[in-house]
């Protein structure tokens, strides 16, 4: 327990020391949660469906803190990572400008990666890398509805070392 709160600790350090070298901008106080249905390979050629989760802290406009976990039915297999998303919005303004009916400040293009444990029968390393683009439903600044894709990459537990995620889902902003 001890080995697993010193290693969020140290990765939460690492990613809060990265977003410490933007531009000092004013408190931003917004968290975020999601919850997508998502399968990945299973044993045997069958697939574990299970809910992609998390929670993420906005700490600059462009960079967020995030907890993800994923959870089987039956805690077949449950994954536990940290780590963090950085937001470019000049893709957002490149759009914007790109369009006269589109607004492009209602989208948000974003990279993350986490790392933390697989637990599948023995407890093993797991990172998650990908990306996501997220749609402010009607300019809302409380909802919206993204697309991410991810490299599920996890040494034991799994057929296959890298899995693909794909999750489609709301996200609630407060």
């Known amino acids: 327990m001890f080995r697993k709160l010193t290693f969020a600790f140290i990765t939460m350090l690492l990613f809060v020391g990265l977003a410490a070298?933007?531009?000092p901008t004013p408190q931003v106080d917004s968290f975020s949660i999601t919850a997508n249905a998502v399968s990945v390979?299973?044993?045997n050629g069958t697939t574990l469906a299970g809910t992609l989760m998390g929670v993420s802290l906005k700490i600059t406009p462009n960079f967020n803190l995030e907890q993800v976990n994923f959870m089987t039915s039956g805690a077949q297999t449950n994954i536990y990572l940290g780590g963090g998303s950085y937001t470019f919005g000049n893709m957002s303004k490149k759009l914007n400008n790109a369009s006269p009916n589109l607004s492009g400040y209602d989208f948000r293009f974003s990279l993350h990666g986490?790392?933390?444990?697989?637990r599948a029968g023995a407890v093993s390393t797991a990172a998650l890398f990908g990306g996501q683009l997220d749609y402010a439903i009607k300019g809302s600044k409380t909802y919206s509805l993204g697309v991410r894709v991810d490299d599920l990459f996890a040494n034991k537990g799994l057929p296959h070392k890298n899995n693909?995620?794909?999750?489609?889902?709301?996200?609630?902003h407060f």
């Open 21 to 23: 070298a933007q531009t």
């Open 114 to 118: 986490d790392v933390g444990e697989i």
């Open 41 to 43: 390979p299973g044993s």
């Open 164 to 172: 693909l995620v794909v999750a489609v889902g709301p996200t609630i």
